[in-house]
């Protein structure tokens, strides 16, 4: 019998000691939460995805009255992203999520909607980014949260024994 053990390393900051590119990333996620439909779950989610050919293209969750059809914010992202841009790779992809209790935010109440602790990306959305990654050179995540920022290395990390063939 063989054990195998997996062991990803995630960085836990604040977004402060993130790099100005990163915290950037970071900022186009939080505001591409603003294009969220979710009058549903009045969550709304962004998701910011830079690209090898230095694009960066957004996302935010998309739901409908037939629950499953709805998409998260990565996935939307995404799939635009590849859209748009076939056969890039991405570099690295930030998640923002907040609470919606109205159809507007004011200015004054747009940091604090945010989520205190990140949210992660569904298993759904992790296959589906997993086809974007660059295997030499990895997707970094970063999950924005007001109190904590998580970075993980990679989406492979996040899936591991992922589905890739046929
Ligand atoms: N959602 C995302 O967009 N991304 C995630 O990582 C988790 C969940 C969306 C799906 C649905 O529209 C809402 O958040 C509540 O689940």
């Given at each position: 019998m063989t054990e195998r053990k997996i062991e990803i390393k995630i960085r836990e900051c604040q977004?402060?000691?993130?790099?100005e590119s990163d915290r950037n990333l970071v900022e186009m996620a939080r505001r591409a939460s603003m294009g969220s439909h979710s009058p549903y779950s009045r969550f709304a989610v962004g998701a910011a995805i830079l690209l090898d050919n230095g694009e960066i293209v957004t996302g935010a969750n998309q739901e409908n009255a037939?629950?499953?059809?709805g998409t998260c914010a990565e996935r939307t992202a995404a799939f635009y992203a590849s859209a748009r841009y076939p056969g890039a790779k991405f570099v690295k992809l930030a998640v923002a999520a907040r609470n919606v209790p109205g159809p507007y935010v004011s200015e004054k109440d747009y940091d604090r909607s945010f989520q205190a602790l990140p949210i992660s990306p569904c298993g759904a959305c992790r296959q589906a980014l997993l086809e974007y990654e660059n295997t030499d050179a990895p997707t970094e995540v970063i999950l924005y949260g007001r109190e904590r920022v998580m970075v993980f290395p990679s989406i492979a990390s996040m899936l591991p024994y992922c589905f890739t063939e046929f």
């Amino acid at each position: 019998m063989t054990e195998r053990k997996i062991e990803i390393k995630i960085r836990e900051c604040q977004l402060s000691e993130l790099s100005e590119s990163d915290r950037n990333l970071v900022e186009m996620a939080r505001r591409a939460s603003m294009g969220s439909h979710s009058p549903y779950s009045r969550f709304a989610v962004g998701a910011a995805i830079l690209l090898d050919n230095g694009e960066i293209v957004t996302g935010a969750n998309q739901e409908n009255a037939a629950y499953p059809s709805g998409t998260c914010a990565e996935r939307t992202a995404a799939f635009y992203a590849s859209a748009r841009y076939p056969g890039a790779k991405f570099v690295k992809l930030a998640v923002a999520a907040r609470n919606v209790p109205g159809p507007y935010v004011s200015e004054k109440d747009y940091d604090r909607s945010f989520q205190a602790l990140p949210i992660s990306p569904c298993g759904a959305c992790r296959q589906a980014l997993l086809e974007y990654e660059n295997t030499d050179a990895p997707t970094e995540v970063i999950l924005y949260g007001r109190e904590r920022v998580m970075v993980f290395p990679s989406i492979a990390s996040m899936l591991p024994y992922c589905f890739t063939e046929f």
